[in-house]
Every structure is written in structure tokens, then in C-alpha cells.
């Protein structure tokens, strides 16, 4: 299995900015790539940023592009979701993920951390 521990959510005034980071442990050679996905209050969880920990191809939601940048260090086993130019709408729980293949579909992710809030004041 692969534990994911999540970490770096918070509360910030809108336009600024925040660092989340997730930890993996554990059979991390099963994992292929690294999602992060958020959910807000009474919607579905959605597909923010996806990276590959061999070769580093990202993906991005278009909601999130320009503004959110997805990165790893190997050597650590850490996935990092830098956050600019936040938005109220971005007010959510950010869960990270581990898939076997890319993938922007919740369903391919085997593996789930417990979450971290971020919530955007206006």
C-alpha cells in the first residue's frame, strides 16, 4: 500500500498564495503518478493537477492553469501544489492521490491522503 499524508492548507485573503505538500510512503514504487484533486462543499471532488514522478509530465484543470503549479522531489517522495492568485472558488479540501498510470479521472487513483483545507476569504 501507499500512505499519503497530506500537509500546508490554511486560511488566505484572496489573491494569495499557499504550498500544499503530500508525503508518500510505503510501496511508493507501485505508484506511476501523483494527483491532486479538491472537493467543496456539496459538490464532487474534481481533478486539480496531476504530476509523474518519472519524467515530471503535468496536467492541469483549466480552472487552475496559470495560477497553480504541481512539482515532486523524488528524493523525498513529496508532491507539492503551489498556489497563486487564489480565488475564493478555490475554497475546498485538497486531497493528493497515487495512480499506477496518469490519469485526470478520480476513479484511477488507488491511493488517497486524508485531505487538507483551504479556504479563500473574499
Known amino acids: 500500500q501507499v500512505q499519503l499524508v497530506e500537509s500546508g492548507g490554511g486560511l488566505v485573503q484572496a489573491g494569495g498564495s499557499l504550498r500544499l505538500s503530500c508525503a508518500a510512503s510505503?510501496?511508493?514504487?507501485?505508484?506511476?503518478?501523483m494527483g491532486w484533486f479538491r472537493q467543496a462543499p456539496g459538490k464532487e471532488r474534481e481533478f486539480v493537477a496531476a504530476i509523474t514522478w518519472s519524467g515530471g509530465s503535468t496536467y492541469y484543470a483549466d480552472s487552475v492553469k496559470g495560477r497553480f503549479t504541481i512539482s515532486k522531489d523524488n528524493a523525498k517522495n513529496t508532491v507539492y501544489l503551489h498556489m497563486n492568485s487564489l480565488k475564493p472558488e478555490d475554497t475546498a479540501v485538497y486531497y493528493c492521490?497515487?495512480?499506477?498510470?496518469?490519469?485526470?479521472?478520480?476513479?484511477?487513483?488507488?491511493?488517497w491522503g486524508q485531505g487538507t483545507q483551504v479556504t479563500v476569504s473574499s
Open positions: 492521490a497515487s495512480a499506477t498510470f496518469m490519469s485526470t479521472i478520480r476513479s484511477a487513483y488507488d491511493y
Open positions: 510505503g510501496r511508493t514504487s507501485r505508484s506511476y503518478a
